[in-house]
């Protein structure tokens, strides 16, 4: 029969993470990922490795988030997750932004075919640091009709008031 525990357990975690409390997240999530190993529930191995990349890009832990997002890659292609595989792409993509890698963060931002509003955010942000102002004009002018919410208006707001006053 199904056993709940190792769901429990990734949940635990994933609330911790959302909470911004990493070290208990991951102490869940190992947990989680342990058993749900031992039980054969590769779909929560998969949740535990996200959430846990997830947590060392917040802490700026590059090397452990590769390792997990590998794992977690291997785990997506296998269960055929594609929408898991574009996360974690946009999310290494957005750790390097965050860590002072913007030619990486380019490549990746720029090559999508059909950007999404926080591609297009980034993306404005790779411009911006690259000293492309034009070009991060035009991507936040792009993501702007996208913005349903206030946040992502206020996300937008800012990188356009910094692109108009550069000092």
Known sequence: GFSPFPMVCYMAGYRQYVLGNNTLALEYLQRACRMAAEEGY????????????????????????????TIARRLAQDLHRDEILRGIDYNLASSRLE????AAAYGYFSALAAPGIMDL???????????????????????????????????????????????
């Open 99 to 102: 860590c002072g890698d913007t």
């Open 121 to 167: 955010h980034k993306l404005a942000i790779c411009h911006e640091q690259l000293g492309h102002r034009e070009q991060a004009l035009a991507a936040v002018q792009q993501a702007e009709p996208m913005a349903s919410g206030e946040m992502e208006q206020r996300m937008l707001a800012l990188v356009r008031y910094r692109l108009e006053h550069p000092d």
């Open 42 to 69: 590769a779909h929560v191995m998969l949740l535990c490795y996200v959430t846990m990349g997830n947590c060392y890009s917040n802490t700026r832990e590059l090397r452990q988030m590769e390792k997990h997002y």
